[in-house]
């Protein structure tokens, strides 16, 4: 869209950078913690955050600021109106009692994987997903699956895009072994990660692919890590969850 500077609202925009900076790492900011992260200056961050606490969209203890369930209201409208959440969930719900494991289902958003449902056996991170949840792509079995669906210079943009954060002693943050990891996925056709998110936590993603061949969402279960080998989890898992991405894609325009 040919958008004109003067069709812009600058204050709008700069209250969405705010928004976007309270993240399951940042839950929790201060006025220079979150103007650091949304790249603003102090002034305009704190009066961003006040207006959004004064609206119920922050809490603030007279130094720190964590949003609010209100600020749900501003993702699940969309979420409720875009039709794949409404078509995998009884699938989820179907895969998730089958398998006795926690099942979703995600989109990718830039660098970040966003969930769009979700069946939940077990709680199998120490945070809570739902669908609206962010997690990065790098990292995940389900952002692998869907970085592995894009051109590769692309790909290797968005893995520049963010800082690659170590977040167990198994993830991988090198670009170029990322980038051989998503050729691999691409060529086997799912993703299997390993106490690389969390430590405790294994997960197996495989591409949801409509009528016309093209990748639309990733679908995964996720599930302690224990003394089995992953080839040997890969393997209990995989079937069913390209049963699911057979069925799926029958009826996905």
């Given at each position: 869209?040919?958008?004109?500077?003067?069709?812009?609202?600058?204050?709008l925009?700069?209250?969405?950078?705010?928004?976007?900076?309270?993240?399951?790492?940042?839950?929790?900011?201060?006025?220079?913690?979150?103007?650091?992260?949304?790249?603003?200056?102090?002034?305009?961050?704190?009066?961003?955050?006040?207006?959004?606490?004064?609206?119920?969209?922050?809490a603030?203890?007279?130094?720190?600021?964590?949003?609010?369930?209100?600020?749900?209201?501003?993702?699940?409208?969309?979420?409720?109106?875009?039709?794949?959440?409404?078509?995998?969930?009884?699938w989820?719900?179907?895969?998730?009692?089958?398998?006795?494991?926690?099942?979703?289902?995600?989109?990718?958003?830039?660098?970040?994987?966003?969930?769009?449902?979700?069946?939940?056996?077990?709680?199998?991170?120490?945070?809570?997903?739902?669908?609206?949840?962010?997690?990065?792509?790098?990292?995940?079995?389900?952002?692998?699956?869907?970085?592995?669906?894009?051109?590769?210079?692309?790909?290797?943009?968005?893995?520049?895009?963010?800082?690659?954060?170590?977040?167990?002693?198994?993830?991988?943050?090198?670009?170029?072994?990322?980038?051989?990891?998503?050729?691999?996925?691409?060529?086997?056709?799912?993703?299997?990660?390993?106490?690389?998110?969390e430590?405790?936590?294994?997960?197996?993603?495989?591409?949801?692919?409509?009528?016309?061949?093209?990748?639309?969402?990733?679908?995964?279960?996720?599930?302690?890590a224990?003394?089995?080998?992953?080839?040997?989890?890969?393997?209990?898992?995989l079937?069913?969850?390209?049963?699911?991405?057979?069925?799926?894609?029958?009826?996905?325009?």
């Amino acid at each position: 869209m040919d958008t004109k500077p003067s069709d812009m609202m600058g204050g709008l925009a700069k209250g969405l950078r705010v928004i976007e900076a309270f993240t399951v790492d940042t839950p929790r900011l201060s006025i220079s913690e979150a103007a650091a992260i949304a790249g603003l200056d102090r002034a305009t961050t704190r009066r961003c955050l006040l207006t959004l606490a004064e609206h119920g969209y922050c809490a603030y203890d007279g130094k720190f600021f964590t949003v609010t369930p209100r600020v749900l209201r501003l993702g699940t409208g969309c979420l409720a109106t875009m039709p794949l959440p409404r078509i995998v969930q009884p699938w989820l719900d179907d895969l998730s009692e089958t398998i006795g494991q926690s099942t979703s289902v995600a989109i990718l958003d830039e660098s970040e994987i966003v969930y769009v449902a979700r069946a939940a056996q077990r709680k199998v991170m120490s945070i809570a997903l739902m669908p609206g949840s962010r997690l990065p792509a790098y990292c995940t079995s389900m952002g692998r699956v869907l970085l592995a669906a894009l051109p590769e210079e692309v790909a290797r943009r968005l893995l520049r895009a963010a800082p690659l954060v170590q977040r167990t002693p198994q993830t991988t943050i090198d670009i170029e072994r990322l980038m051989a990891e998503l050729a691999m996925v691409r060529g086997q056709g799912y993703a299997a990660v390993s106490e690389e998110v969390e430590l405790g936590l294994r997960s197996v993603a495989v591409p949801i692919v409509n009528a016309r061949g093209q990748v639309v969402a990733a679908l995964n279960t996720g599930f302690p890590a224990s003394s089995e080998a992953m080839d040997t989890v890969i393997r209990t898992f995989l079937e069913p969850l390209l049963q699911v991405r057979r069925e799926l894609s029958r009826i996905l325009n």
